[in-house]
């Protein structure tokens, strides 16, 4: 059917008004007033419900996390003083010293790890130039590493030692950092033999050795002998990495020098 375009543009023209109409009421302020009374009076018991539910979530949540968590803790701690009054009668020591043990073990953990984030951050920004390299500088933490120092005739285990260790490498030598009782000790090998751990280590030197004491006030540390002649940790890190660095190019001037040799 064919349409009359008059009459179809009159219709057009009314719908167009209407809407206007309908626009401008609806953006009125006093309109919009009543709207938005209208809105709330709708949404007030949605929001209401919503509330109630959303603080007996958070009173559960609470709760939940509460109850377990103090349970867990007492729990742990009378495990843990239990066990040390274990180890304190089963090596016939007083439980004092083993409290003294497990303190410096903790402050030498803190500190070896405060070490090795230093030297990483110095690895990271090193690498930026000397990625692909022999120079390039890798690094791991290894946490507590208990190790076998004494074998009997029979090759059975005597007596071991734990180390809280971490270490920087490149391609020819590693720098580790060693600690243990009340001393950190910093170590370069060769990295083709590092994997031996302290079985190699007793065949070096350290170059440096940092003792440490923790009282009351605080863990202090210091260098043995003053080698080197640091006052902070930034500058130790900085002389531990240049001499990661330096050894490294000495080694690979020494191979290259063998290379045109041949």
């Not at 022999?134 to 933490?141: A, P």
Request: aromatic share 8%; glycine share 6%; with cysteine.
């Amino acid at each position: 059917m064919w349409q009359d375009k008059g009459k179809d543009q009159n219709r057009g023209r009314a719908r167009e008004s209407s809407e206007e109409a309908r626009k401008y009421l609806a953006n009125h302020p006093a309109t919009q007033g009543n709207r938005d009374a209208a809105d709330n009076a709708t949404n007030g018991s949605k929001v209401k419900q919503h509330e109630k539910e959303s603080e007996l979530a958070k009173q559960i949540l609470v709760y939940h996390e509460s109850q377990p968590a103090d349970t867990g803790n007492d729990w742990m701690y009378r495990l843990k003083e239990e066990s040390m009054k274990f180890l304190a009668d089963q090596r016939g020591v007083q439980l004092q010293d083993v409290y003294h043990e497990s303190i410096y073990r903790k402050g030498i953990e803190t500190l070896v790890d405060k070490i090795f984030g230093l030297l990483q951050r110095y690895m990271f920004e090193f690498n930026q130039i000397a990625a692909g390299t022999d120079l390039q500088v890798t690094g791991t933490i290894s946490g507590d590493v208990t190790e076998v120092t004494r074998y009997n005739q029979l090759r059975e285990a005597e007596e071991s030692k734990t180390y809280f260790r971490a270490r920087l490498t490149t391609r020819y030598f590693s720098l580790t950092v060693r600690g243990a009782d009340a001393s950190v000790q910093f170590y370069l090998v060769p990295t083709n033999m590092v994997m031996a751990l302290s079985q190699i280590e007793k065949q070096y030197k350290p170059i440096a050795s940092m003792n440490v004491k923790i009282t009351e006030q605080g863990m202090m540390w210091r260098m043995k002998d003053g080698v080197p002649p640091v006052d902070s940790l930034d500058e130790l890190c900085m002389w531990l990495f240049s001499s990661l660095v330096q050894e490294t190019k000495i080694a690979s001037q020494a191979e290259g020098d063998d290379e045109e040799e041949e």
